[in-house]
């Protein structure tokens, strides 16, 4: 009976759909009226290091969502017999920040700048101290001053500049709009306002008038939305872009798209004032709604938005488990070159797990899983890095355990800042691959940020289940029904997910560790001007 009740609502539309652009993976959900994931369909995919770029190319993007759809489209024909052509909502979602600028014609102007980037350390400097607010160097307003001061040959050709899910939209509907949460990443935003800050405008309109450009800042960026309203539907030539086959019907509706930290927000429940979220990943950032305003302006804090446009700091770290993900491949090869057939999440499984037999404080083993540069530290670029002393107990127990410790590392030091500061946290809602094992990724967080860390059953669907939320918002919501309000009520209402105390023990090595991981950084900067 239910499969012929969500075959139904699939039939008549009664769904949404969800789709996020991943550092590695492009995954697709669909959900049903009560926003249970009824079908989805995944892509892998990697970033490439080009003419010293961190970047995707444009036909790797396409290629990842028409397959990624296409997965979910088959999976939906395969469980309920339903050829799909129709769906109530759609909402994509992406890595924040970034750079993507087109001319005229639409066509992308320089190969797309992602947030690994950290090359627009001058622009940082420069733009912090004019609007006296933290701009990061992965943002995009900090690519294009950096590309204005290396007078670089396409700036005056710029039309449109923009974010990964904010260009994918763009194709697919023709509206050049973006979710506040991730034009919080672009530029600053006032909250008040729902709009990009109105004196940091002029400010940078000013600052760069000499250059004779034949543009003003808000001509290329993107409309501000807020989660709920109407961002465009799906055009005819948008239609097939997404589904080649021909069958998905255009004329859905589609909300604003969003960053991945404001489908983080929503798929963990966490857009509420005293809530956080932190997704592992790739990298990992932290996202707290904040109560009151920072004292001041701190280099490693990053102030965006809530999908909603509520203020938010984010400690936002640019490595996590890219060099752990490298070590786990490593002892798949060894099992293989042993002739041991072994599944590679079994394997992330067990060695996760081993990690909590390690010693408390890591053996006083030491890593940097700095496959990229990290701001937090000062790091413009990164060198992974293992080291021992001899009276290190090396085994393999603490060595999983120090990796996980140090793909939280520079969070910590980011986190430090905002409780130094009188930020208090309930909990915080985990989600992305670090929690996939269960229990282990979620004692070590709890573990480095002092705090109750929860994880919902959802989890594992991560971003797309949240984009896919922010679309059924769009077209369930009552009047005047707020983001927070729709997600406790609607959505999470009755819902318990597993959560998991700090453990004092674990804290207390955990501090050992970080003493270690600060006294060490000087290693790791001889090791980036070493291997140049």
Not at 76 to 103: P, R, W
Not at 247 to 268: F, S
Not at 414 to 441: N, P, S
Request: with cysteine; hydrophobic share 40%.
């Amino acid at each position: 009976m239910e499969k012929n009740i969500i075959g139904a609502a699939i039939r008549e539309g009664r769904t949404a759909l969800g789709v996020e652009l991943g550092s590695t993976r492009i995954k697709a959900v669909l959900v049903d009226e009560n926003h249970e994931p009824i079908a989805s369909g995944s892509h892998e995919w990697e970033n490439q290091y080009i003419d010293g770029i961190w970047t995707y190319s444009i036909s790797d993007i396409w290629k990842g969502v028409q397959d990624s759809y296409r997965k979910m489209a088959e999976a939906v024909k395969e469980q309920y017999g339903e050829t799909l052509t129709n769906v109530g909502a759609i909402c994509f979602s992406a890595m924040m920040h970034g750079y993507m600028a087109s001319d005229k014609a639409g066509e992308i102007l320089v190969p797309f700048r992602t947030w690994r980037n950290t090359m627009t350390e001058d622009a940082s400097k420069k733009l912090t101290e004019l609007f006296s607010y933290q701009i990061p160097q992965r943002w995009s307003i900090a690519h294009l001053y950096q590309a204005i001061l290396n007078k670089e040959a396409h700036v005056p050709e710029i039309d449109y500049l923009v974010t990964l899910e904010g260009y994918v939209h763009w194709k697919l509907t023709g509206k050049r709009v973006l979710g506040i949460g991730d034009c919080s990443g672009m530029f600053p935003v006032d909250s008040g306002t729902k709009d990009y800050h109105e004196r940091m405008v002029r400010q940078f309109d000013q600052l760069v008038s000499s250059e004779n450009l034949p543009w003003k800042l808000r001509d290329i960026l993107p409309q501000v939305l807020t989660a709920g309203e109407e961002a465009g539907t799906l055009t005819e030539e948008g239609a097939r872009l997404l589904d080649p086959s021909g069958n998905l019907k255009a004329g859905i509706p589609l909300c604003p798209p969003e960053g991945d930290a404001g489908t983080g927000m929503t798929a963990t429940n966490s857009v509420a004032r005293r809530t956080g979220n932190v997704s592992a990943g790739t990298s990992v950032f932290a996202m707290v709604v904040l109560e009151k305003e920072l004292s001041r302006v701190y280099p490693e804090i990053d102030l965006v938005t809530t999908p909603a446009g509520d203020p938010v700091a984010m400690v936002h770290c640019n490595n996590c488990t890219s060099d752990l993900n490298a070590w786990v491949s490593l002892f798949a090869e060894f099992a293989e070159t042993m002739g041991i057939e072994t599944d590679k999440n079994v394997l992330f499984s067990n060695l996760y797990r081993k990690a909590l037999e390690g010693d408390k404080d890591g053996g006083g083993l030491l890593s940097y899983g700095y496959l990229s540069g990290e701001h937090i530290t000062h790091f413009e670029e990164g060198r992974p890095l293992f080291i021992r002393t001899p009276e290190s107990r090396f085994n393999l127990a603490n060595f999983m355990r120090v990796h996980l410790y140090t793909a939280l590392g520079a969070l910590k030091i980011g986190m430090d800042i905002l409780y130094g500061e009188g930020v208090e946290l309930d909990a915080l809602l985990g989600h992305g691959g670090l929690f996939k094992t269960k229990e282990a990724g979620q004692r070590i967080m709890a573990a480095a940020m002092g705090v109750p860390v929860s994880v919902m059953e959802t989890a594992g669907e991560g971003g797309a289940w949240g984009a896919a939320l922010l679309a059924s918002y769009m077209i369930q919501k009552g009047e005047e029904e707020t983001l927070d309000h729709y997600l406790a009520e609607k959505v999470f209402h009755g819902k318990s997910g597993i959560r998991i105390e700090p453990d004092l023990e674990d804290e207390a090595g955990f501090a050992v560790f970080m003493e270690r991981y600060k006294k060490g950084l000087s290693i790791e900067r001889a090791a980036v001007d070493s291997l140049k």
